[in-house]
Each structure stands twice: as C-alpha cells, then as structure tokens.
C-alpha cells in the first residue's frame, strides 16, 4: 500500500522557519523523483521543489523559494524534507508531497500539511 505522509506544518511568524517532512512507503522511493508542491487558498497547485533519483541526488527549486527552502532525502528512512526559512505570508499554502516514478509510471501524493505565515 503505497503511502506519503506529510508532516510538520503550522503557524509561524514571517521570517522564522518550519521543516516539513514526508514518510513514504509503498514504491521504489530511492529510484523515485520527489517533489514538494504547495496550494494557497483560490490558486492552482504549484511546483516548490525537486529531488532526483539520479547519483547526484539533483535539486532545483523554483524561483520565489530558491534560497530559502532546501530539500533533501534519506533514502535510508524513506523521508523527503523540505527546510523552509525566512518564511513570508505569500507561502502560505497546503504543501504536497509527490512521487513520481522515474519512467512516469506511477504519481503518488500525500495528504498535506498546512502552513501559515502570519503575524
């Protein structure tokens, strides 16, 4: 049964920091591209982050997080974290963990973990 639960989301003040993390079983989770998604109230889902399954372990981020979050694996414990400092109000969102098979043959998402940045 393949399962990713997020974790670690909840209120914080603009600027202070908040790691979230994703338990995944089910799926080849070494050999799996991970991704950390986030949906604000009203708005589509967007990408936030990347892990590849390559040797290098490859991450890009997209550009309103880039310098401030990190993601990172363990693919001995099967968890994908998301490091997020100097918070603001505009990442105010539900984040998404995500696996994708390497091949595109399997897309799996977690539940979601709040975050709210407010003062």
């Known amino acids: 049964q393949v399962q990713l639960v997020e974790s670690g989301g909840g209120l914080v003040q603009p600027g202070e920091s908040l790691r979230l993390s994703c338990a995944a079983s089910g799926f080849p989770f070494t050999s799996s591209l991970m991704r950390w998604y986030r949906q604000a109230p009203g708005k589509e889902r967007e990408w936030v982050a990347a892990s590849f399954a390559d040797s290098r372990r490859t991450q890009i981020y997209a550009d309103p997080v880039k310098g401030r979050f990190t993601i990172s694996r363990d693919d001995s414990k099967n968890t994908l974290s998301l490091q997020m400092n100097a918070l603001k109000p505009d990442d105010t969102a539900t984040y998404f963990c995500?696996?994708?098979?390497?091949?595109?043959?399997?897309?799996?998402w977690g539940q979601g973990t709040q975050v709210t940045v407010s003062s």
């Open positions: 995500n696996a994708h098979g390497r091949l595109g043959q399997y897309e799996y």
